[in-house]
């Protein structure tokens, strides 16, 4: 097997973690908090009461 593939393997795994991160970060950022909060309660509210 070409010694290639092992870097092109690796600068996947770092480019896949980093963007595991991103998206972590973005979702627990404290901008869409409300957001998320809004549609957690979803689920519970009556048909006719839309936010």
């Given amino acids: 097997m070409n010694p290639l593939w092992g870097h092109l393997i690796g600068v996947w795994i770092v480019l ?3 963007v595991f991160i991103g998206v972590w970060v ?26």
């Fill in 16 to 18: 896949m973690i980093l």
């Fill in 26 to 51: 973005w979702a627990w950022s404290r901008h869409h908090a409300d957001d998320f909060d809004a549609l957690a309660r979803l689920p519970m509210q009556d048909a006719g009461d839309t936010p």
